[in-house]
């Protein structure tokens, strides 16, 4: 897999307060990177310094492969980007909006105003002024500004925020589009887990600073998601087989009747057959779904119990 944006050891203070600490990720080409944490977790900022709006205190950046200076602004040519909320002019119409932005940074490719806007699903709405815009459309004309110069990176801070459920999803298949279609690497910030849990390939778990967890979606659910929870009488008599008997060591002791198995080969029917024989009363056995929500908390929670 081919990394676009490698981050090596990434710190940035603010008046002696490390505000990003050691941070290390890799964004892999043609990947939705979901950046996930609470307010104030960092993430702008460390988005600000991929694009060299913030300096870094150490640490490095890396885009296709060159290290990002001070000086440098070439390889900006290739990021689109929404860093916090998407300024217009309120009178002009959509499709002026962009041509002024595509005059201002020298593209004179007629037909590329065209294209943006049909990708974006706002064709229909070109000729309408920004002022009736809603909060959902001024989104999607962010991320067509964003891309009019046909970058191949995407960068976008919480373009979800404060959209209802129709303008989020709306987005959503927006993103999955530019990805599956036009192989753009998307890295997109939230501070709610439901928001990119369906679309992201990767995730990025920051709180305070630190990047708690780097993962690919695919190994969330293989490994952390499906569990098999367990009602019993006997907790301690239910360890014992769990362990000795079948070879259990992955659970999670949820209350004294109830435990949860995590990646286990052994057949639901098997561990029922084995505890019973073994004169334990089962009461309920289950196969049950994380979400990323209650493992994103978990980390979180786990984060601040070390920090
Ligand atoms: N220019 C600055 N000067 C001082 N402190 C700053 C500056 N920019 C950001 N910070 C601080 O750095 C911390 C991280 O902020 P950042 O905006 O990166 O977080 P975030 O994860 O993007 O959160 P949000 O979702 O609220 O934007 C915050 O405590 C913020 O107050």
């Given at each position: 897999m081919e990394t676009v944006i490698h981050i090596h050891q990434l710190t940035k203070e603010f008046k002696g307060v490390e505000t990003v600490s050691s941070v290390n990720m890799n964004i892999n080409r043609g990947e939705i990177y979901g950046f996930l944490g609470p307010n104030g977790a960092g993430k702008t900022t460390i988005m600000k310094m991929i694009l060299n709006l913030v300096k870094p205190s150490s640490g490095e950046i890396k885009v296709f492969d060159q290290q990002v200076l001070p000086t440098s602004y070439q390889y900006l040519k290739n990021i689109g980007s929404i860093i916090e909320y998407p300024e217009f002019y309120q009178r002009l119409t959509a499709k002026e909006n962009l041509q002024l932005h595509c005059d201002y940074i020298g593209i004179?490719?007629?037909?590329a105003v065209k294209e943006v806007l049909e990708i974006v699903g706002l064709k229909d709405v070109r000729n309408k002024k920004i002022h009736e815009f809603s909060l959902g459309m001024k989104q999607r004309l962010g991320i067509a500004r964003a891309i009019v110069t046909k970058p191949e990176i995407l960068i976008l801070d919480e373009p979800i925020n404060g959209l209802d459920p129709i303008g989020i999803k709306d987005i959503r298949e927006l993103l999955l589009l530019l990805k599956e279609q036009h192989g753009i690497t998307i890295l997109i910030s939230s501070h709610?887990?439901?928001?990119?849990e369906s679309i992201a390939d990767t995730i990025g778990i920051i709180d305070h600073g630190k990047l708690l967890k780097e993962v690919r979606m695919e190994e969330v659910r293989a490994e952390n998601m499906e569990y098999l929870e367990i009602k019993v009488d006997n907790l301690k008599k239910t360890t014992q087989v769990l362990e000795k008997?079948?070879?259990?060591?992955k659970y999670e002791v949820v209350d004294q009747h109830c435990i949860r198995i995590f990646a286990?080969?052994?057949s639901q029917s098997q561990i029922n057959q084995e505890l019973v024989l073994n004169g334990i009363v089962v009461n309920g056995i289950e196969k049950q779904q994380h979400n990323l929500e209650e493992y994103f908390l978990k980390l979180i929670n786990g984060g601040n119990r070390d920090a």
């Amino acid at each position: 897999m081919e990394t676009v944006i490698h981050i090596h050891q990434l710190t940035k203070e603010f008046k002696g307060v490390e505000t990003v600490s050691s941070v290390n990720m890799n964004i892999n080409r043609g990947e939705i990177y979901g950046f996930l944490g609470p307010n104030g977790a960092g993430k702008t900022t460390i988005m600000k310094m991929i694009l060299n709006l913030v300096k870094p205190s150490s640490g490095e950046i890396k885009v296709f492969d060159q290290q990002v200076l001070p000086t440098s602004y070439q390889y900006l040519k290739n990021i689109g980007s929404i860093i916090e909320y998407p300024e217009f002019y309120q009178r002009l119409t959509a499709k002026e909006n962009l041509q002024l932005h595509c005059d201002y940074i020298g593209i004179y490719e007629k037909e590329a105003v065209k294209e943006v806007l049909e990708i974006v699903g706002l064709k229909d709405v070109r000729n309408k002024k920004i002022h009736e815009f809603s909060l959902g459309m001024k989104q999607r004309l962010g991320i067509a500004r964003a891309i009019v110069t046909k970058p191949e990176i995407l960068i976008l801070d919480e373009p979800i925020n404060g959209l209802d459920p129709i303008g989020i999803k709306d987005i959503r298949e927006l993103l999955l589009l530019l990805k599956e279609q036009h192989g753009i690497t998307i890295l997109i910030s939230s501070h709610i887990v439901s928001e990119i849990e369906s679309i992201a390939d990767t995730i990025g778990i920051i709180d305070h600073g630190k990047l708690l967890k780097e993962v690919r979606m695919e190994e969330v659910r293989a490994e952390n998601m499906e569990y098999l929870e367990i009602k019993v009488d006997n907790l301690k008599k239910t360890t014992q087989v769990l362990e000795k008997k079948l070879g259990i060591q992955k659970y999670e002791v949820v209350d004294q009747h109830c435990i949860r198995i995590f990646a286990t080969d052994i057949s639901q029917s098997q561990i029922n057959q084995e505890l019973v024989l073994n004169g334990i009363v089962v009461n309920g056995i289950e196969k049950q779904q994380h979400n990323l929500e209650e493992y994103f908390l978990k980390l979180i929670n786990g984060g601040n119990r070390d920090a």
